[in-house]
């Protein structure tokens, strides 16, 4: 039976991951030390027989367990979340990464590491082509998490041309669904929950800043492609179509509840504007999203209503 480990399997995309492998009838080990992963994600998960979950820290943690395939998504991914801790976000990008590597290595298993578009900081370049190297500042509030994921990325490289090790590169973009934490800082969850308790909306900045948000099982569908595929990328996972924030708010009000907005200071490095180029993905996946931007929505909503019992 091929034996999968994912680190940040009790994540938002991390979980959706493990189930995914498990309905492909493969073993997964699931790695998390829960600091913005929760046991909630995957407590639908905890019977199967071939799903094990691991609390550990994936700089640290030794794995005498024979793996096929490795997928590193351990991080703090949220600007709350490595806003208040950089330090964490920084070594699970290195460190854990290196460890990650070395035991893909040893297992001589596949491996795929979930980059960012966060590596094209505040872009020049519109929509973002892999081929674009980006804008990031190197002290900013942000850079711990874009700087470590850029070094992970290098690190790989660097594994491929030392070691002849082939990791795959997947740079996500904004993604949303259910098990996304409600108060993980993020504008889906923020907005969501801020309109089904008719608070006001916050808006950060002007909100002319634009986002691009992909539904979660076509991320997984993505991630699981890329895994089977010769191709090593850095390739964009992403929906294309691109909305400025307050017309997101809009849309939310038109579905959770008709809040007013309220604007608030700008975040520190905020990009201004994002939207993936998927060309390559289309081309070397046959990959693109399917799932509208209502249609999750709507999930999600229902999700979140679900679990706060609104
Ligand atoms: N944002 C906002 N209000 C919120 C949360 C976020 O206006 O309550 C903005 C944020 O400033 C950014 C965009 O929404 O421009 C997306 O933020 P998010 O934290 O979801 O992810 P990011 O793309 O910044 O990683």
Not at 121 to 136: A, D, F, M, R, T
Not at 215 to 220: A, E, K, N
């Amino acid at each position: 039976m091929n034996k999968v480990l994912v680190s940040g399997g009790a994540g938002f995309i991390g979980s959706h991951l493990c189930e995914a492998l498990l309905n492909q009838k493969k073993e997964v080990f699931c790695i998390d030390n829960l600091l913005s992963g929760r046991k909630k994600n995957i407590e639908n998960l905890m019977e199967n027989k071939n799903f094990h979950f691991l609390q550990e820290d994936v700089n640290f943690f030794v794995f005498e367990e024979k793996v096929n395939e490795v997928f590193h998504l351990a991080s703090l991914a949220s600007p709350v979340d490595y806003f208040s801790k950089p330090v964490e976000t920084m070594l699970s990008g290195s460190i854990g990464t290196k460890n990650l590597l070395d035991l893909a290595v040893k297992n001589k298993a596949k491996f795929l590491f979930t980059s960012t578009s966060e590596v094209y900081g505040n872009p020049l370049e519109h929509p973002q082509k892999e081929s674009y190297y980006g804008n990031v500042n190197p002290v900013g509030e942000r850079s711990c998490y874009d700087e470590s994921k850029r070094f992970s990325e290098a690190l790989i490289k660097s594994y491929e041309k030392q070691f002849g090790f082939k990791g795959k590169i997947v740079r996500i973009f904004n993604t949303f669904g259910p098990k996304m934490r409600i108060d993980d800082g993020r504008v889906v969850p923020n907005f969501i929950f801020q309109a089904l308790n008719n608070k006001p909306l916050t808006i950060y900045g002007s909100g002319k800043q634009t986002r691009s948000f992909c539904f979660i099982s076509d991320i997984i569908d993505g991630i699981l492609k890329m895994m089977n595929s010769d191709f090593l990328g850095p390739i964009n996972l992403g929906n294309p179509e691109e909305y400025s924030i307050i017309d997101f708010a809009e849309k939310i009000k038109k579905l959770a509840g008709n809040s007013p907005i309220e604007f608030k200071s700008a975040l520190s490095d905020d990009p201004e504007k994002r939207k993936p180029d998927i060309s390559l993905a289309e081309e070397k996946l046959n990959w693109m999203p399917k799932i509208s931007l209502n249609n999750g929505l709507k999930q999600t909503i229902d999700y979140f209503k679900e679990m706060n019992n609104f």
